[in-house]
């Protein structure tokens, strides 16, 4: 079961593009929201994250936008750098759920210099 | 630079076999978990230990079980393995929130590839 939608699957933005990810969830237990960013031969890292009582959260280039009555978040990325280049996910998790949570299935985003 | 260690990094078993891995929890992280991440996918959790007991387990069979040890190291045994079980196995150890979701901080992996 998927209770994490994560599009585009890939995404090719131009250096200074803004690029942007999106993520649907179905479990509405769900109240953290955060966003990993992933290199090859590394583990997963914590980017930003976000709780439902807040639309919008921004730190640097970074920003999730979350829509709690659609069910949806997004991360926006804002003058984007070859060095972003990396694979993203979305994830979620209910209240005391300690470490579980629900990752969406990754977009890997690719800048052009 | 990740407090999480894992090993081995890389290893190579054959179907019906048992594997162990390990893993080195951030210093005063208390709850350790582990994922399997199968190629071009998203990690899936299949369980987490606190204080040494599992308290939370994804959809994952018992044969794949493991440990937590007070020293915060951990481990994640395999046994019987399928093809379908090659994958990059991760450990993430956890800063508790006030509201009780942890902040995770992942290793870099252990790959493991059934033949």
């Known amino acids: 079961q998927q209770q994490v939608k994560q599009s585009p699957q890939s995404l090719i933005v131009q250096k200074g593009g803004i690029s942007i990810i999106n993520c649907a969830y179905e479990?509405?237990?769900?109240?953290?929201f955060p966003w990993y960013q992933q290199f090859p031969g590394k583990g997963p890292a914590l980017l930003i994250a976000i709780r439902p009582d807040v639309s919008e959260k921004k730190e640097g280039r970074f920003t999730i936008s979350f829509n709690k009555s659609a069910k949806q978040f997004s991360l926006h990325i804002m003058d984007s750098q070859p060095g972003d280049s990396a694979t993203y996910f979305c994830?979620?998790?209910?209240?005391?759920?300690?470490?579980?949570?629900?990752f969406g299935g990754g977009t890997r985003l690719m800048v052009k210099p | 630079e990740t407090g999480v260690t894992q090993s081995p990094t890389h290893l190579i078993k054959t179907r019906g076999q048992q594997v162990t891995l390990r893993c080195s929890s951030q210093s005063g992280h208390n709850t350790v978990s582990w994922y399997q991440q199968a190629l071009g996918q998203g990690p899936q959790f299949i369980f987490q230990y606190y204080r040494e007991e599992e308290n939370g387990r994804g959809n994952f069979p018992p044969r794949f079980s493991g440990l937590q040890f007070p020293n915060y190291s951990s481990e994640l045994n395999v046994n019987a393995l399928e093809l379908d079980d090659s994958a990059l196995y991760l450990c993430?150890?956890?800063?508790?929130?006030?509201?009780?979701?942890?902040?995770?901080?992942f290793g870099a992996g252990s790959r493991l590839t059934v033949l």
């Open positions: 994830a979620a998790s209910t209240n005391n759920a300690g470490n579980m949570l629900t």
């Open positions: 479990n509405t237990a769900f109240d953290y």
């Open positions: 993430a150890s956890g800063q508790p929130l006030h509201s009780g979701a942890n902040v995770l901080t």
